[in-house]
């Protein structure tokens, strides 16, 4: 979304050929102007789903396309999750790069918290568990080379991804049962496995049941072991 943003700014006035500076078009000539703002954007966005973005995205595109071609600035960027649940022992994901504008058989030397390889267009990610209950990241950064229309340059790409170890708080009477990660923060729209059964997670974490979940069954949030339900009769 802030790629299409930022390459709409660039590219539109352009093509509008001067209409911009005509007094009808005035509106429309400071909307832009705030488009070129990042940090507009960047605001706008935090306050959007992920949903909402895809809509405008969607939508700026078309009616872009209805008065001018649509054109992208060269831009490459990491396929990555934005957090990754990470049990007792280390993961490794497979990571790739996204590129809009860029001729074929680009190539990047990758950095963090990779596994080492030659140049390429993919890489392993290594994330250890978390240690401690701080909020931890792994950041990756890519060095691409690459050419656009045949001209070589370099683009660097970044991204972080959120590790989370799983932690489920089970109230006294077991009906209650808050899943978040190490930090705390709430595991929000989580699968939470209670033994056989399987409940998303709900505002702040929460499941409740209609009847206390029973001792001894084993918690996995996320697919990952979060220890076991305890106690005696509540």
């Known amino acids: 979304m802030e790629h299409l943003v930022r390459s709409l700014s660039k590219f539109l006035p352009s093509q509008l050929d001067g209409l911009l500076e005509n007094a009808r078009f005035k509106d429309g000539a400071t909307a832009l102007q705030r488009l070129a703002d990042p940090g507009h954007v960047k605001n706008a966005l935090e306050r959007m ?19 001018a071609n649509v054109e992208l600035d060269p831009e490459v960027a990491i396929v990555a999750p934005e957090e990754l649940w990470i049990g007792a022992e280390p993961v490794r994901l497979m990571l790739s790069l996204a590129a809009v504008g860029l001729d074929e058989g680009f190539e990047a030397l990758w950095e963090g918290a990779v596994l080492p390889g030659p140049p390429s267009s993919k890489a392993t990610l290594l994330a250890k568990p978390p240690e401690g209950k701080a909020p931890e990241v792994a ?10 229309k045949g001209e070589r340059g370099v683009f660097i790409a970044q991204v972080q991804i959120a590790l989370r170890r799983p932690v489920v708080v089970v109230s006294d009477d077991r009906r209650r049962l808050l899943a978040q990660d ?36 084993s918690l996995k ?12 009769k509540p």
């Open 49 to 67: 789903s992920p949903e909402e973005a895809g809509w405008l995205a969607d939508l700026l595109t078309e009616r872009w396309s209805q008065i």
């Open 221 to 232: 949030l996320e697919g990952i072991p979060a220890g076991r339900i305890s106690g005696g």
């Open 182 to 217: 190490q930090s705390g923060r709430p595991a929000v729209g989580c699968r939470l496995e209670i033994g056989s059964e399987v409940h998303l997670t709900g505002p702040g974490g929460l499941v409740e049941l209609e009847v206390p979940a029973p001792s001894g069954v």
């Open 139 to 148: 950041r990756v950064r890519a060095q691409v080379r690459a050419s656009v």
